[in-house]
T-cell receptor
């Protein structure tokens, strides 16, 4: 059972287009992380959101944490070919048996064509 | 470079052989995590250490898997009697205790069991 569901799984767009990736769960997380991973490499941390309703911007990337802390979204404006990669969301819990580990979604493979 | 490092980057082994991977975390990080990632999936948690203590192990970690962090610095992950199903990317991450959700990943070790 996937605790974090990402959609879409695949996204193929032209350079300059906008896109949104969604990360949904029935569980509440104390924080949610977004990572970007290139083939053959480890995930690279992009952002952490911890407060319900929080919005963070990183250049052309906008991250939002849902009010109930069960979902998040990543929006990219004017995509570039360098944005191509696997985008992963990961949730963390603050207590209980899940404390200390990240639960990942299955990822969204983004391909930006020139 | 003060990031997380992993060795080797690639390992090809025959079924039934034992393999050992090493992870060197970011020097001031006292938490160290191991994850496994198969093609098309997000990373799955295997185990984590706080200093030298192993605090949690996933059910994914069969008896053939063992991890150590003897001095609270680097860690090793050993797989005995490898099986083809063990083929995956093995990722190591580290964090500070107070910011355990902000985990920084190494480049991974790609294991292929033939």
């Amino acid at each position: 059972t996937q605790l974090l569901e990402q959609s879409p799984q695949f996204l193929s767009i032209q350079e300059g287009e906008n896109l949104t990736v969604y990360c949904n769960s029935s569980s509440v997380f104390s924080s949610l992380q977004w990572y970007r991973q290139e083939p053959g490499e480890g995930p690279v941390l992009l952002v952490t959101v911890v407060t319900g309703g929080e919005v963070k911007k990183l250049k052309r990337l906008t991250f939002q944490f849902g009010d109930a802390r069960k979902d998040s979204s990543l929006h990219i404006t004017a995509a570039q070919t360098g944005d191509t990669g696997l985008y992963l969301c990961a949730g963390a819990k603050s207590r209980g048996t899940s404390y200390g580990k990240l639960t990942f979604g299955q990822g969204t493979i983004l391909t930006v064509h020139p | 470079d003060t990031g997380v490092s992993q060795n080797p980057r690639h390992k090809i082994t025959k079924r039934g052989q034992n393999v050992t991977f090493r992870c060197d975390p970011i020097s001031e990080h006292n938490r160290l995590y191991w994850y496994r990632q198969t093609l098309g999936q997000g990373p799955e948690f295997l185990t984590y250490f706080q200093n030298e203590a192993q605090l949690e192990k996933s059910r994914l970690l069969s008896d053939r898997f063992s991890a150590e962090r003897p001095k609270g610095s680097f860690s090793t992950l050993e797989i005995q009697r490898t099986e083809q199903g063990d083929s995956a990317m093995y990722l190591c991450a580290s964090s500070l205790i107070g910011l355990s959700y902000e985990q920084y990943f190494g480049p991974g070790t790609r294991l292929t069991v033939t």
